[in-house]
């Protein structure tokens, strides 16, 4: 409770200190928080509020039923929403601002009632001429992870969102990301920062995460439109309750390309180095389970991983529209089923703003974890969806979103199709069209 409070305590003065500022020395490399963005335009804060009809299937505890299985479960029920997103550049800094909180009721299933919640901020400063700064902080609770609610990012630091949950159980998640970055000259740039990460399972048969981690990174502008950059991660990840713990090291090198006025180009290869401690069951010698009828025991072991890291990226940001298609394999902190795990992500997002009544916007992901403690096999996820909003007049809009997303756990084929479909109402001021996703 302490730690969850002083990261509020954080993310409120950030609030205040971002008052001032511009986003700092431009480096291609290092990317922008995408909160608050829609298309290439700056948006002034925009707030909604909106009332859904929704009907969820493969709704999954951590739980067995009667006869000990896991029982996805279908309900329908009615949802509530508050949000607020914006983008917002000053002289020297700017602000990006991406918050939705809702609440779920369900009619046949009541166990699942709850909200999701999710707040990110971009800050970034240049109180000086070859100085910037940028604070990143994030915090939310996730009920259903069906659904688009939590963005899947491709960001080295947003390693604890929580992105390939299995159950539909509460999780707090938090980061905050912080870095300086000094431009040496108009071409040679550094860059050091850390984070801290947590995550809070309200169920005791997964675990919890802590971390905190650092980096320093080197880019050099060929020219203004393209950057060759290196860096160093460090992260360090905790899992209390006696599940062990584990120190990674990332060494990456890229390069990213502005092409034209709209397109961006990244890629980025490496490895990571991987020291985990944790505890497995095992089997006991055949006289000691003679003598004691116990056939299995607990160990702890030390598991040493090389892994490559790779990214490569793509997107365009029209005016009122953005194309992103992006790959990433390295290393998180798991779902609390699986823990420390090597990574893959794909996505690929279209959002566009037809005209003046309509947004559509779409998505594909895939998810794959693969833990680095032997025997656990891998966890895989895949989802797509869409949404439709219309504005009906300047402050109605109708809105609408289905999703559908399939788990399955490779080493005991365990599988859970679920969907997602909402109808609404949304209230909101302004004569553009809500953009929701």
């Given at each position: 409770m302490?730690?969850?409070?002083?990261?509020?305590?954080v993310?409120?003065?950030?609030?205040l200190?971002?008052q001032?500022?511009?986003?700092?020395p431009?480096?291609l490399?290092?990317?922008?928080?995408?909160?608050g963005?829609?298309?290439?335009e700056?948006?002034?804060f925009?707030f909604f509020?909106?009332?859904?009809g929704?009907?969820?299937?493969?709704?999954?505890?951590a739980?067995?039923?009667?006869?000990g299985?896991?029982?996805?479960?279908?309900?329908?029920?009615?949802?509530?929403?508050?949000?607020?997103?914006?983008?917002k550049?000053?002289?020297?800094?700017l602000?990006?601002l991406?918050?939705r909180?809702?609440y779920?009721h369900?009619?046949?299933?009541?166990f699942?009632?709850?909200?999701?919640?999710?707040?990110?901020?971009?800050l970034?400063?240049?109180?000086?001429?070859?100085?910037g700064?940028?604070?990143?902080?994030?915090?939310?609770?996730?009920?259903?992870?069906v659904?688009?609610?939590?963005?899947?990012?491709?960001?080295?630091?947003?390693?604890?969102?929580?992105?390939?949950?299995l159950f539909?159980?509460?999780?707090?998640?938090?980061?905050?990301?912080g870095?300086?970055?000094?431009q040496k000259?108009a071409?040679?740039?550094?860059s050091?920062?850390?984070?801290?990460?947590?995550?809070?399972?309200?169920?005791?048969?997964?675990?919890?995460?802590?971390g905190?981690?650092?980096?320093g990174?080197?880019?050099?502008?060929?020219?203004?439109?393209?950057?060759?950059?290196g860096?160093y991660?460090?992260?360090?990840?905790?899992?209390p309750?006696?599940?062990?713990g584990s120190?990674?090291?990332?060494?990456?090198?890229?390069?990213?390309?502005?092409?034209g006025?709209?397109?961006?180009?990244?890629?980025?290869?490496?490895?990571?180095?991987?020291?985990?401690?944790g505890l497995?069951?095992?089997?006991v010698?055949?006289?000691?389970?003679?003598?004691?009828g116990?056939?299995?025991?607990i160990e702890?072991?030390?598991a040493?991983?090389y892994?490559?890291?790779?990214?490569?990226?793509?997107?365009?940001?029209f005016?009122?529209?953005?194309v992103?298609?992006?790959?990433?394999?390295?290393?998180?902190?798991?779902?609390?089923?699986?823990?420390?795990?090597k990574?893959?992500?794909?996505?690929?997002?279209v959002s566009?703003t037809?005209?003046?009544?309509?947004?559509?916007s779409?998505?594909?992901?895939?998810?794959?974890?693969?833990?680095?403690?032997?025997?656990?096999g891998?966890?895989?996820?895949?989802?797509?969806?869409?949404?439709?909003?219309y504005?009906?007049?300047?402050?109605?809009?109708?809105?609408?979103?289905?999703?559908?997303?399939?788990?399955?756990?490779q080493?005991?084929?365990?599988?859970?199709?679920?969907?997602?479909?909402?109808?609404?109402?949304a209230?909101?001021?302004?004569?553009?069209?809500?953009?929701?996703?």
């Amino acid at each position: 409770m302490r730690e969850r409070l002083a990261l509020l305590l954080v993310i409120a003065g950030a609030s205040l200190w971002a008052q001032g500022g511009y986003s700092g020395p431009s480096i291609l490399s290092r990317g922008s928080s995408q909160a608050g963005r829609r298309g290439a335009e700056t948006l002034r804060f925009r707030f909604f509020a909106n009332v859904n009809g929704t009907y969820d299937s493969g709704l999954l505890a951590a739980a067995t039923n009667e006869q000990g299985e896991l029982e996805p479960q279908d309900s329908v029920g009615v949802q509530a929403i508050l949000g607020a997103y914006g983008y917002k550049s000053f002289r020297r800094s700017l602000v990006g601002l991406e918050y939705r909180g809702d609440y779920r009721h369900y009619t046949n299933a009541q166990f699942f009632n709850g909200s999701n919640q999710y707040l990110a901020l971009n800050l970034e400063a240049q109180p000086k001429r070859r100085v910037g700064f940028v604070l990143r902080p994030t915090v939310g609770m996730l009920t259903r992870p069906v659904g688009g609610f939590v963005p899947l990012s491709g960001n080295w630091s947003d390693v604890a969102l929580p992105v390939a949950e299995l159950f539909d159980n509460r999780t707090f998640f938090a980061q905050l990301y912080g870095a300086m970055v000094w431009q040496k000259s108009a071409r040679l740039s550094f860059s050091a920062g850390g984070q801290a990460v947590g995550m809070w399972r309200r169920t005791r048969a997964l675990a919890d995460v802590r971390g905190s981690g650092a980096m320093g990174d080197v880019a050099y502008r060929l020219s203004r439109q393209s950057t060759l950059f290196g860096s160093y991660n460090f992260l360090h990840f905790a899992f209390p309750g006696g599940f062990g713990g584990s120190d990674i090291h990332q060494t990456i090198g890229g390069y990213a390309r502005q092409i034209g006025r709209y397109w961006t180009f990244s890629v980025a290869g490496g490895a990571i180095r991987i020291e985990f401690q944790g505890l497995r069951r095992t089997a006991v010698d055949p006289v000691v389970a003679a003598l004691t009828g116990q056939r299995t025991t607990i160990e702890a072991f030390y598991a040493l991983n090389y892994v490559p890291y790779g990214q490569i990226s793509l997107g365009r940001s029209f005016r009122k529209s953005t194309v992103t298609a992006s790959y990433t394999r390295g290393v998180n902190p798991g779902n609390g089923l699986f823990l420390t795990s090597k990574t893959e992500t794909a996505s690929l997002q279209v959002s566009h703003t037809a005209l003046r009544r309509w947004h559509l916007s779409a998505s594909a992901s895939y998810v794959s974890l693969g833990s680095v403690s032997p025997g656990f096999g891998s966890f895989e996820t895949i989802s797509g969806g869409g949404g439709v909003s219309y504005r009906l007049n300047s402050l109605l809009h109708f809105v609408t979103r289905v999703d559908l997303r399939r788990a399955e756990l490779q080493a005991t084929r365990f599988t859970v199709d679920a969907a997602r479909v909402s109808v609404g109402v949304a209230f909101t001021p302004g004569d553009i069209p809500l953009s929701l996703w």
